[in-house]
């Protein structure tokens, strides 16, 4: 089965950087493949996408993070990354790791920054 592992969140201050880990195991179609995603969600509001991408390298960001976050990929290792720079308190939630986008989660990491 699908197990995706997130680590790395944690209290940083306004201004600070954190980055997220993701390890996927079980995957049984080939990682280099599968588009991932990094999700988040704040206390009372939904669940919203961060950034994407697929497996031929194509990223998106929601304007919210365009910019500061980066999300990243090594697929020997099948891990996801997000790189989270600049960061507001506005970003404090719980991130999720999706493999396949959309269709797996991890458990959450949560980011809390402080003004």
């Known amino acids: 089965q699908v197990q995706l592992v997130e680590s790395g969140g944690g209290l940083v201050q306004a201004g600070g950087s954190l980055r997220l880990s993701c390890k996927a195991s079980g995957i049984m179609i080939s990682f280099n493949a599968v588009p991932v995603g990094w999700y988040r969600q704040a206390p009372g509001k939904q669940r919203e996408l961060v950034a994407q991408?697929?497996?031929?390298?194509?990223?998106n960001y929601a304007d919210s993070v365009m910019d500061r976050f980066i999300i990243s990929r090594d697929n020997a290792n099948k891990m996801v990354y997000l790189q989270m720079n600049s960061l507001k308190p506005g970003d404090t939630a719980v991130y999720y790791c999706?493999?396949?986008?959309?269709?797996?989660w991890g458990q959450g990491t949560q980011v809390t920054v402080s003004s």
């Open positions: 999706s493999v396949p986008k959309g269709i797996h």
């Open positions: 991408l697929t497996g031929g390298g194509s990223t």
